[in-house]
């Protein structure tokens, strides 16, 4: 069965200092994959996506996400974080029965000052 | 300004009783979700509709209900048969299936009294 697994339940990291995300997949064929980002009691937003082609996704707020079939891998990543980027980060990928996304179970990030 | 509007954003339920969470859309998008999102989990699918008057089963269909009968709304009902209906309901849109970007309202927090 399809599945996304994000190992990281809560990640700490000091402001300005980088950052990367994990997320693993099982998938059949060439995956489409997700990320997105929640803020707390908020709806969710698209970060970046990626279908095809370059396997290095340039997404928004500074976020980019790499694409490595070899380790069923799509972790994302930013130079230096921000408090605002505190939140939780999801990944997902459109399963191959239904073309509905299949989610991780999210990481919480937490900012150091 | 588009977008998915959720109402209302705290909701109580009395045992027994069933309760309709709204979720309103001006994105002019052809289809809606409607995800449960409990701690520490992804989200989960409830149902989901392509066009309207149409909807389908997602992966946890049992003790809710939907309709579908304009394009801009897709109620949820929470039936008195989903004996565990506390969770963060999370409505969505999107142009099309698969692929596409989803836009999410902000949320409906349910809870039991």
């Known amino acids: 069965a399809q599945s996304v697994t994000q190992p990281d339940i809560h990640i700490t990291v000091s402001e300005g200092a980088s950052l990367e995300l994990r997320c693993n997949y099982s998938?059949?064929?060439?995956?489409?994959l997700f990320w997105y980002v929640q803020s707390p009691g908020q709806g969710l937003q698209l970060l970046l996506k990626?279908?095809?082609?370059d396997t290095l996704v340039q997404g928004i707020k500074g976020f980019e996400a790499e694409f490595k079939r070899s380790q069923s891998s799509f972790n994302l990543r930013k130079p230096s974080v921000h408090w605002s980027d505190a939140a939780e980060y999801f990944c997902?990928?459109?399963?191959?029965?239904?073309?509905?996304?299949?989610w991780g179970a999210g990481t919480k990030l937490i900012i150091k000052p | 300004d588009g977008g998915i509007t959720q109402s209302p954003k705290y909701l109580f339920r009395k045992e027994g009783q069933n309760v309709t969470l709204s979720c309103e859309q001006n994105l002019n998008h052809d289809a809606m979700y409607w995800y449960r999102q409990d701690p520490g989990q992804g989200l989960r699918l409830i149902y989901y509709?392509?066009?309207?008057?149409?909807?389908q089963k997602g992966d946890i269909a049992e003790g809710y209900s939907v309709s579908r009968e304009k394009k801009e709304s897709f109620p949820l009902t929470v039936t008195s048969a989903q004996k565990n209906p506390t969770a963060f309901y999370l409505c969505?849109?999107?142009?099309?299936?698969?692929?596409?970007?989803?836009?999410f309202g902000s949320g409906t927090q349910l809870s039991v009294l």
């Open positions: 990626y279908f095809s082609g």
């Open positions: 998938y059949g064929a060439t995956p489409y």
């Open positions: 969505a849109s999107s142009r099309g299936t698969g692929s596409e970007k989803l836009f």
């Open positions: 509709s392509q066009i309207v008057n149409d909807f």
């Open positions: 997902a990928v459109v399963g191959e029965s239904n073309y509905q996304l299949i």
